[in-house]
């Protein structure tokens, strides 16, 4: 017998955890359907950085990038890499993509991207204060390391930018970093200082608002893959999957970077590229610094989690594979003795490094809201690198169209169709 709920929501990672939380919160049945495990390795909010970046307010797609990629863009080795190949989607992406890096869309993006890592943060906070769960969050800000005349440039104007917008930012000499975070000897010429970024360990937030989701009623089907949709007119009636059918009113797209396969089931598309990241985390580190770290000129991500001390980066447009590229790994662990003194990361294994896939959208602004030609379909996902930072915004966003209520912020410009 077919199962029905009045949500149906495809995707058990961040995104999708926190919008069935929301919609639960509302009354609603909800039912979470995920081809793995809720909070395993194989989501992309398993292994990543975990941080919570108000100071994330400039989109992927700003001006100056299109020349940056194309120097890294076939080395395999640098920060952003795309794996040669002839597809179609890709092209037309990176097109995209191309056409976003200016200066006015940067500009458009900017407040958009400000008002949900704002909203956010505050989401993060009242959680912290009305839960009780548990699940390593810190709110002690961010280090923008540099160490070349370029990326202190690079930081200068992104201070600027930050002024304009709201968000504090402090430019710090050497001396003045050692001082903010004394638990390691930092090498770097200065640094830009966030103080009001967060950090959590991501996959205790995925579980625990997974188990808040399941006292709110909600269902979970793990190892349950959707692999088609059952229509009447212009509105989905039920996904299939191997098990069966489940029904549903509404139905939320939140399963990331496999969004676009799933969408041709249903002639429709999303321009979301996967953006494969990797991760090293070490379990004992000889340092343990109490604030996250970004390599602004290597582009990695240094963040403590409890006892441990995870490091991440690169961004590796591909197909849909978690493959483990060693070359890639060592990349990241070999540009941080230039910024950190004595971190002894040569003898990590990198066999033991973690790939997740980050779903991309060619401007850097995630899809959020309706589309236009099924009335029921719901899109959450194309966030890239900001999956945890806006899972609660983007949550509680949704249970809102969901509820035919005002939004919290403006989302005119995250439309799934813009493209």
């Known amino acids: 017998m077919e199962q029905k709920f009045d949500v149906i929501i495809i995707g058990g990672g961040a995104i999708g955890i926190c919008s069935a939380y929301y ?61 040669p190949r002839l597809d179609s989607e890709l092209l037309k992406w990176l097109w995209r993509y191309f056409r976003a890096c200016n200066e006015k869309k940067m500009r458009r993006g900017i407040p958009v991207l400000y008002d949900l890592t704002h909203e ?20 002690r800000g961010l280090l923008m390391l540099h160490n070349t005349v370029a990326g202190e440039k690079a930081n200068r ?12 930012a402090r430019l710090l000499n050497n001396d003045e970093l050692n001082k903010l975070e004394p ?89 979301v590229q996967p953006g494969k990241g990797y991760s090293v985390t070490v379990k004992q580190p000889v340092h343990l610094p109490k604030i996250p770290f970004i390599l602004t000129e290597a ?25 483990i590229n060693e070359r890639r790994v060592k990349a990241i662990l070999n540009a941080v003795p230039a910024y950190l003194d004595d971190m002894r990361l040569h003898t990590v294994n990198t066999k033991e490094a973690w790939a997740g896939l980050r779903p991309c959208s060619p401007d850097g602004l995630p899809f959020i809201g309706r589309f236009k030609t099924i009335s029921n379909l719901i899109a959450a996902t194309g966030h890239a690198m900001l999956g945890i930072t806006l899972a609660p915004i983007t949550g509680k966003l949704i249970s809102e169209i969901v509820s035919s209520e005002k939004t919290t912020v403006d989302i005119s410009q995250l439309k799934p169709n813009r493209f």
């Open 23 to 83: 919609i639960s919160k509302n009354g609603l049945s909800v039912a979470v359907i995920e081809k793995s495990e809720i909070g395993k390795e194989s989501s992309c909010s398993f292994g990543n950085a975990g941080l919570i970046s108000p100071s994330h307010f400039v989109p992927l797609a700003a001006p100056g990038m299109v020349a940056k990629g194309l120097k890294w863009m076939f080395n395999p080795e640098s920060p952003f890499y795309i794996h």
């Open 120 to 139: 956010s943060l505050q989401l993060f906070k009242k959680i912290n204060a009305e839960e009780k769960i548990s699940y390593g969050f810190q709110h």
């Open 157 to 168: 104007h992104e201070a600027h930018l930050a002024e304009e917008v709201g968000v504090e």
């Open 183 to 271: 638990n390691v000897k930092i090498l770097s010429r200065g640094g830009l200082y966030f103080p009001d970024d967060g950090h959590l360990i991501p996959d205790q937030f995925v579980n625990a608002m997974a188990e808040l989701a399941k006292k709110n009623g909600v269902a979970f089907f793990s190892q349950t893959e959707v692999i088609g949709f059952e229509k009447k007119q212009h509105r989905i009636t039920s996904v299939v999957t191997q098990n069966g059918k489940i029904g549903g009113k509404e139905f939320i797209l939140a399963n990331g970077s496999w969004s676009p396969l799933l969408m041709k089931k249903l002639s429709l598309n999303i321009s």
């Open 299 to 323: 582009r990695v991500a240094i963040t403590p989690m409890g006892g441990a001390l995870r490091f991440g980066g690169t961004l590796e447009l591909s197909t849909i594979n978690l493959t």
